[in-house]
């Protein structure tokens, strides 16, 4: 029988099979070929002579058995990243892999520039972009950091949250498209009689609410504008190459368009009003689970994304 000692680093695998719900997914975040990881449970299973996991084509359980050493075998993991964790907190160079996610086009147009200068300047970091829409749970998919596009309201529960920047909703046309209209477009109600791009799902369909960007001037009142959506595409992207193609106008997010606009590829239009409702401002933020000492590896991360930190 092996020494208790030389189980150690079995426990800790089994552990995070259990808290990542599969052999797989441990295998990942552990940087380990997936019969290792299983070779590992193996072992701990011949130590004791007994099974700890339930197995099937598609998941795992624990056994009673299991159940009673994975509560040691996780504190025992939590201690561990504690311990590591604070000594990367007061390292001197933050290095190792920062897992995140984040949506797709925000991924592409405000993330992935940003990640050479970070590079260059903590070279011993590197960082593992997963681009998705799909709300992924961090502690199971083995993710240090994710980056959502959300309201403070609906942040998710238990997630330490920090604002990097304000993603807001535009009226955008080119101008070819606008110099054929019959008459200058000056209020966000003459969109009703013009073609509108949007992003035409969930709540994102063809009811605009307007309001004035200077909510104290009170002579102007909110408008609720109901457009005609010939052609609607998922992401702002696809709804900026059609408007620059003279489809219509587009409804898009600000950074998504921001070099369109710089080049005069397209204009924006009512700069006076914002969108409310459904198009309302939201705010990027960086996402991760709370603890006591963050890993300098993803707090330089987060610092870097972050304006004026």
Partial sequence: MRNEHALVPEMLVFATVVELRGFAAAARQLE????????SVGRLEAHWG??????????????????????????MAQLAREIH??????????????????????????????????????????????????????????????????????????????????VRYIAVASPECLRLLPAPLEHPSDLASLPCITLGYGEFQNQLRWEPVDMAALTLAAQEVRVHTPLSITNSVGILALAQQHQGVGIVADFAAKAALAQGQLVQLFPGWQLAGAYAPRTAYALYPPTRHLPLK???LIDHLTPHS
Avoid at 51 to 65: D, G, K, N, Q
Avoid at 109 to 132: D, H, M, S, Y
């Fill in 32 to 39: 380990l070929t997936t019969s290792a990881v299983s070779r």
């Fill in 50 to 75: 007994a099974r700890l996991l339930h197995r099937t084509t598609r998941s795992i359980s624990l056994t009673e058995l299991g159940a009673e050493v994975y509560a040691g075998c996780a504190q």
């Fill in 85 to 166: 964790a604070t000594a990367g907190h007061y390292g001197d160079t933050p290095r190792g892999k920062v897992r995140m996610t984040a949506p797709e086009v925000f991924g592409e147009i405000w993330l992935a520039p940003q990640l050479p200068a970070f590079r260059a300047r903590w070279p011993e970091v590197e960082v593992a972009v997963q681009l998705t829409d799909r709300m992924q749970d961090l502690t199971e998919e083995g993710l240090d950091l994710a980056i959502r596009l959300t309201m403070p309201a609906q942040l998710p529960p238990g997630m330490v949250a920090r604002a990097l920047c304000q």
């Fill in 298 to 300: 993803v707090r330089a």
